[in-house]
């Protein structure tokens, strides 16, 4: 059973930087894609960043140029390096990983303050 695990989240000033991780328990070079999702309260969850088997990105129009998303293949662990934070950015950080069947972790709150 793959498990992906969230850490690095938190609370942060507006402007600020935070950097989430996902590490999971099996290869990631195993995953077709692996995407960092929100969801923030009363809202549907949404899609902030994908990377590809063969490390190409994808960014929600909110988070571009703001945001990168990477991957450590020898650590098992996909990171999301958040900076110019908005109080907007708050929500709930899930990591999820697809290849047969779909895959995630239990979430990460950040939390942005004005």
């Known amino acids: 059973q793959v498990q992906l695990v969230e850490s690095g989240g938190g609370l942060a000033q507006a402007g600020g930087s935070l950097r989430l991780a996902c590490e999971s328990s099996t290869t990631i070079l195993s995953f077709n894609t692996m995407d960092w999702y929100r969801q923030a309260p009363g809202k549907e969850r949404e899609l902030v960043a994908s990377?590809?088997?063969?490390?190409?990105?994808d960014y929600g129009d909110s988070v571009m140029g703001r945001f990168t998303i990477s991957r450590d293949k020898n650590k098992n662990t996909m990171y999301l390096q958040m900076n110019k934070l908005k109080p907007e950015d708050t929500a709930v950080y899930y990591c999820s990983a697809e290849n047969q069947r779909r895959y995630w972790g239990r979430g990460t709150q950040v939390t942005v303050s004005s």
């Open positions: 990377i590809f088997k063969r490390g190409d990105t």
